[in-house]
Antibody, heavy 121, light 113 residues
Framework: EVQLVESGGDLVQPGGSLRLSCAAS????????MHWVRQAPGKGLVWVSR????????QYADSVKGRFTIFRDNSQNTLYVQMNSLRAEDTAVYYC??????????????WGQGILVTVSS | DIVMTQSPDSLAVSLGERATITCKSS????????????LAWYQQKPGQPPKLLIY???TRESGVPERFSGSGSGTDFTLTFTSLQAEDVAVYYC?????????FGQGTRLEIK
């Protein structure tokens, strides 16, 4: 059974930093692109970032470029996002999602339950 | 960036009736190399993560009821519910995976009339 479990969410002050983790199990983690998608309270889904299976390539939404860094540890089956210079508008539930592999592209069959990040003074 | 626009923003339908949500992309989602449309549909219920319903614009995910169907090509797509059930109350999103940044529609809230 595929499982994605996020952790690390918290209340942080504007300008602060936070690192989220996503522990993956039930599939070959090192074969899949992995993504972060966020959802502000009462709002829609917004893609944040993705990373290649071997970690060598990553892309970001313009809204987080230069502030967020996605990375992964394939030996630990864990995805991360380091979030710096946080702003109030980064307040959201953050989901990790499994993306594609060599055989399929990036639609999201599996999602974590989400973790709340609140940026407020 | 590819902009995804759904309509309507909200929809109220009677139980057992048909419902349709449309999704329009600002660029074609059809890859000529494989003749596939890079469009997915998700259902999200309160307090839950999204659930994949449809990919390749019309392929139903395993376990998704047959009353859900997707259609369309290029820039215009639809998600159709042939007979609305109470458990279908949710917000529905389209998503393009043709290119990064991956983008979602703004969502359509489906309610029972």
């Amino acid at each position: 059974e595929v499982q994605l479990v996020e952790s690390g969410g918290d209340l942080v002050q504007p300008g602060g930093s936070l690192r989220l983790s996503c522990a993956a199990s039930g599939f070959t983690f090192s074969s899949h692109w992995m993504h972060w998608v966020r959802q502000a309270p009462g709002k829609g889904l917004v893609w944040v970032s993705r990373i290649s299976p071997d970690g060598s390539s990553s892309q970001y939404a313009d809204s987080v470029k230069g502030r967020f860094t996605i990375f992964r540890d394939n030996s630990q089956n864990t995805l991360y996002v380091q979030m710096n210079s946080l702003r109030a508008e980064d307040t959201a539930v953050y989901y990790c999602a499994r993306g594609g592999d060599a055989a399929r592209p990036d639609y999201f069959e599996y999602w974590g339950q989400g973790i709340l990040v609140t940026v407020s003074s | 960036d590819i902009v995804m626009t759904q309509s309507p923003d909200s929809l109220a339908v009677s139980l057992g009736e048909r419902a349709t949500i449309t999704c329009k992309s600002s660029q074609s989602l059809l890859y000529s190399s494989n003749n596939k449309n890079y469009l997915a549909w998700y259902q999200q219920k309160p307090g839950q993560p999204p659930k994949l319903l449809i990919y390749w614009a019309s392929t139903r995910e395993s376990g998704v009821p047959e009353r859900f169907s997707g259609s369309g090509s290029g820039t215009d797509f639809t998600l159709t519910f042939t007979s609305l059930q109470a458990e279908d109350v949710a917000v529905y999103y389209c998503q393009q995976y043709h290119s990064t940044p991956i983008t979602f529609g703004q969502g359509t809230r489906l309610e029972i009339k």
